[in-house]
């Protein structure tokens, strides 16, 4: 055991080996949060809903008319 009063020595740090050496250990990898709402999703897309042509014409729009709307 330690007394309060005895100072712990201080870490030393690791040695940096030499620039372009092979066994140079590979810098930790650091975390990046980005933004979830700056990312389409495949279900924002007429794709992900599975049109796969990505082209509506008339016909289509007819057939998503609701019932409230009547027909013209």
Avoid at 9 to 27: I, L, M
Avoid at 41 to 67: C, F, I, K, N, V
Wanted: no cysteine; proline share 18%; glycine share 8%.
């Amino acid at each position: 055991m330690t007394s309060p009063d005895e100072q712990q020595p201080e870490p030393r740090p690791e040695p940096r080996p030499q620039p372009g050496s092979e066994s140079a250990p590979r810098p930790r990898p650091r975390l990046v949060f980005k933004d979830p709402f700056e990312q389409q999703t495949s279900d924002d897309t007429d794709r992900g809903w599975g049109d796969a042509s990505g082209e509506r014409g008339l016909d289509w729009y007819r057939s998503q008319r609701p019932p409230h709307h009547g027909e013209k």
